[in-house]
């Protein structure tokens, strides 16, 4: 969903509204592009889905628009003159509107083919195997979503967060109503291009009628649907292919039939396959779904309490889909040197009573998300781009040698090696001096 930006906090506070997933716990700092984690979802099978692309309203309108041009001369652009639009309209019963999408799909899916600026019937055939024809639909659905940044729905402010909209309507699979769509769009335009009150009271007043059009829109491509109850829902189809929008774009959204073969393993298990890239976030609202919270939060404390940074940073992903009920086992981590400052942490964001985090203790944290990373991806051999600003992960690094971590100088080599900024770089080889002759001192 190119030139689309989610914006995160509103995002999840839209699917959370919904009842859909566990809420998360609320983020300091909302960061934006980074990749989400979506409920699984049962696909309808291939076969089926395949069977449904020609009854499309856009699909069978290209075939039909195909028959319609034979062989005809097009612009330079590459497009019909405006008398054959109008006349293709008018024979075939098409809105004028919709013409430039569907010649665009005609010919983008070689369903046409433009030689020397002559339009005539494309190498493709519409008998194709099921394989062949998911990925025709997937190209489909490509050009409508690549159509957002030239104006596809005709609401800008629709077009510019068509890819959050879906997403939400995705995680949503009972269906999203209109009103908390349209809430959402004005929530994230607000945030995104933080327009006057008079834009937004204007925008407030016209997104209503634009969305339901955008909506209707949507349905002619085979995208989305109303349920029975009103609401707003993607279709077989559109889920299939709003999945793989998602993970073309390095989002996290699974099969139920993907998460279910983790759901009944052991804590230690999980956290293995987490470790090792096995398993993804996805997997643990399945995984907990099957346990007591307490109980599961007891076995994932044990594991990180003698375990590597890896380890600490897998079960920390876990628990932080945990609420309150998890609160005993937890607390009971503030007595463990290397779960201490995670289990304080946990306990502060969800507003429960914590023994307070020292400066040195974030530092401390921060050297274990570093080691973390060598452990989930192995050895650092490429660049590495860290999110802090520069200036920021300088001074950090500089307090990493004062700080008791097990990894301290391993992380510090890692970004001396591995990190694209040259001060860090350079900061970095000096605190690694000053933490080897640490080391050395309290050897000695």
């Known amino acids: 969903m190119a030139n689309n930006v989610f914006d995160l906090a509103e995002l999840r506070k839209l699917i959370d509204e919904q009842a859909v997933v566990p809420p998360r716990p609320p983020q300091e700092t909302p960061v934006e592009h980074e990749a989400l984690t979506f409920p699984p979802v049962l696909l309808a099978g291939d076969a089926e889905l395949a069977a449904a692309v020609p009854t499309v309203p856009l699909v069978a309108d290209a075939i039909r628009l195909t028959a319609w041009t034979g062989a005809r001369q097009v612009g330079p652009d590459g497009h019909l003159s405006e008398a054959d639009v109008r006349a293709a309209a008018e024979t075939l019963g098409l809105a004028e509107s919709r013409l430039r999408l569907i010649w665009i799909v005609a010919v983008n899916t070689a369903l046409v083919q433009i030689v020397g600026g002559r339009a005539s019937r494309g190498p493709l055939s519409m008998q194709l195997t099921v394989e062949a024809t998911l990925e025709f639909w997937d190209g489909v659905v490509m050009d409508v979503l690549d159509r957002a940044d030239e104006g596809l729905t005709g609401s800008a402010v629709v077009d510019d967060h068509l890819a959050e909209m879906l997403a939400t309507i995705y995680s949503v699979r009972s269906g999203v109503a209109t009103a908390n769509l349209a809430r959402g769009i004005l929530q994230s335009h607000e945030v995104a291009c933080a327009p006057g009150p008079i834009e937004m009271r204007r925008l407030a007043a016209a997104l209503p009628a634009e969305l339901l059009d955008a909506l209707a829109l949507l349905a002619y491509c085979g995208l ?221």
């Open 224 to 444: 989305v649907e109303q349920t029975a109850a009103g609401r707003t829902a993607l279709t077989p189809l559109g889920v299939w292919a709003i999945r793989r929008d998602l993970l073309r774009e390095g989002h996290d959204a699974p099969t139920a039939a993907e998460v279910e073969v983790f759901a009944d393993l052991s804590a230690a298990e999980l956290v293995e396959a987490l470790v090792k890239g096995a398993a993804t976030q996805s997997a643990v609202a399945g995984w907990l779904e099957r346990r007591p919270p307490e109980s599961a939060a007891r076995d994932l404390v044990e594991i990180a309490a003698s375990g590597t940074a890896g380890q600490r940073g897998a079960v920390g992903a876990i628990l932080e889909e945990l609420g309150p009920e998890a609160e005993a086992p937890v607390r009971q981590a503030l007595g463990h040197p290397l779960m201490r400052r995670y289990a304080a942490s946990w306990l502060h964001i969800r507003d429960l009573e914590a023994p307070a985090l020292s400066p040195q203790d974030h530092t401390w944290i921060a050297v274990d998300s570093l080691a973390a990373l060598m452990h989930l991806s192995g050895p650092a051999t490429g660049r590495l781009d860290t999110p802090e600003p520069g200036e920021d992960l300088i001074k950090l690094v500089g307090e990493m040698p004062a700080v008791d971590h097990p990894d301290t100088i391993a992380v510090l080599d890692m970004l001396a090696t591995a990190h694209d900024d040259r001060a860090v770089v350079k900061a970095a080889r000096k605190a690694a001096m000053k933490a080897r002759s640490l080391e050395s001192t309290k050897l000695g």
